[in-house]
C-alpha cells in the first residue's frame, strides 16, 4: 500500500460550522504533514508531525487544530474558518531518512462560505 | 534562507516531443535535496524525480531526468517523447536541511504549467 488517502475530497461549511479533514496511510512513515494550496499558488507547509509529537506549526490560526491519533491517522480540525481559508488542502507523509520522498494525497478541497 | 526558482509560468511542447522545466535554487547548505512533483488538475502532487547535492549522476526516472548543475545552482527536469497526460503544473522543490527530529521541510518553486499540443 503506497497511499495517502484523505477525506473528504469536497467539504463546504459555514463560518460557524465545525468540521475536520482525515487523512490515513499505511506506509509505515512516521512522519506526517498538513500543506494548504491556494490556487495556482505553491503548498504551503502548516504542521508536521513526527512520531505522533507535533514538531513544526508554521504560524497557522489557532482555528486550524491538527491532531495524530496514531502514526497512521492525521487528521485537522476546522472551527470558525474565514473565506480565505477556502483551498486544498494536502495531507503527505514520509519515511525518517534525509532522502525520503513526500509521498501526498489527493487533497481535501475545502470552500468557505 | 532556502529559495526555489522557477521562472516559467507555462510552457506548451508539442506531443512526443522533448521539454526542459527550469529550476534554479539558493542554499548556504552543503546538504539538500531537490524534487520534483507534477500536480494534475485533480490536486494530488505526484512525485516524480530525486536529485541529493551529494549524488555523482543525475538522476533518472523512466522519460524523467533532472539535469543537475550544481555549480550554477540548477535543477532542471527534462521529459522525453511528451504525452498529452504529462498536461500538469509541475512544481521543484528543495529539503531543508534534516534536522533528525524524523520529518524535515520541502519549499516548492511557484511551478511550471505545462501543456502537451496534440
Known amino acids: 500500500d503506497t497511499e495517502v488517502t484523505q477525506t473528504p475530497k469536497h467539504l463546504v461549511m459555514g463560518m460557524t460550522n465545525k468540521k475536520s479533514l482525515k487523512c490515513e496511510q499505511h506506509m509505515g512513515h512516521r512522519a506526517m504533514y498538513w500543506y494548504k494550496q491556494k490556487a495556482k499558488k505553491p503548498p504551503e507547509l502548516m504542521f508536521v508531525y513526527s512520531y505522533e509529537k507535533l514538531s513544526i506549526n508554521e504560524s497557522v490560526p489557532s482555528r486550524f487544530s491538527p491532531e495524530c491519533p496514531n502514526s497512521s491517522l492525521l487528521n485537522l480540525h476546522l472551527h470558525a474558518l474565514q473565506p480565505e481559508d477556502s483551498a486544498l488542502y494536502l495531507c503527505a507523509s514520509s519515511q525518517q531518512e534525509s532522502s525520503a520522498v513526500l509521498t501526498f494525497g489527493a487533497g481535501s478541497r475545502l470552500t468557505v462560505l | 534562507a532556502q529559495k526555489i526558482t522557477q521562472t516559467q509560468p507555462g510552457m506548451f511542447v508539442q506531443e512526443k516531443e522533448a521539454v526542459t522545466l527550469d529550476c534554479t535554487y539558493d542554499t548556504s547548505d552543503p546538504s539538500y535535496g531537490l524534487f520534483w512533483y507534477k500536480q494534475p488538475s485533480s490536486g494530488e502532487m505526484i512525485f516524480l524525480i530525486y536529485q541529493g547535492s551529494y549524488d555523482q549522476q543525475n538522476a533518472t526516472e523512466g522519460r524523467y531526468s533532472l539535469n543537475f548543475q550544481k555549480a550554477r545552482k540548477s535543477a532542471n527536469l527534462v521529459i522525453s517523447a511528451s504525452q498529452l497526460g504529462d498536461s500538469a503544473m509541475y512544481f521543484c522543490?528543495?529539503?531543508?536541511?534534516?534536522?533528525?527530529?524524523?520529518?524535515?521541510?520541502?519549499?516548492f518553486g511557484k511551478g511550471t504549467k505545462l501543456s502537451v499540443i496534440p
Open positions: 522543490a528543495m529539503r531543508e536541511p534534516y534536522s533528525g527530529a524524523g520529518s524535515y521541510q520541502l519549499t
